[in-house]
């Protein structure tokens, strides 16, 4: 499906075709993190909030250890440079 997604290395939106499976995909409860989507090589960061999915080149779930605090972390820092 395509998804709108906030690209913070080009600094704009952009939409993907974002294929969202078990495969590919880790879905937090109780977390700030809603999910988080592998995604030609890069990730995809989705809290549980209005804002748009962030797209994060060239790490991956496993790069993180599948973890919702590391993924916060990435997001943290990727909008703070905004």
């Known amino acids: 499906m395509e998804k709108t997604v906030y690209t913070p290395d080009k600094g704009r939106l952009e939409t993907i075709d974002l294929r969202i499976t078990e495969e590919n995909t880790t879905w937090f409860d109780n977390h700030d993190i809603l999910m988080i989507t592998d995604f030609d090589g890069d990730l995809i960061i989705q809290e549980r909030n209005f804002n748009y999915p962030l797209r994060v ?6 790069d993180i250890g599948f973890d919702p605090h590391e993924a916060q972390k ?3 820092v990727h909008i703070q440079k905004t």
Not at 57 to 62: C, H, K
């Open 74 to 76: 990435i997001y943290n």
């Open 57 to 62: 080149y060239e790490v991956s779930r496993a």
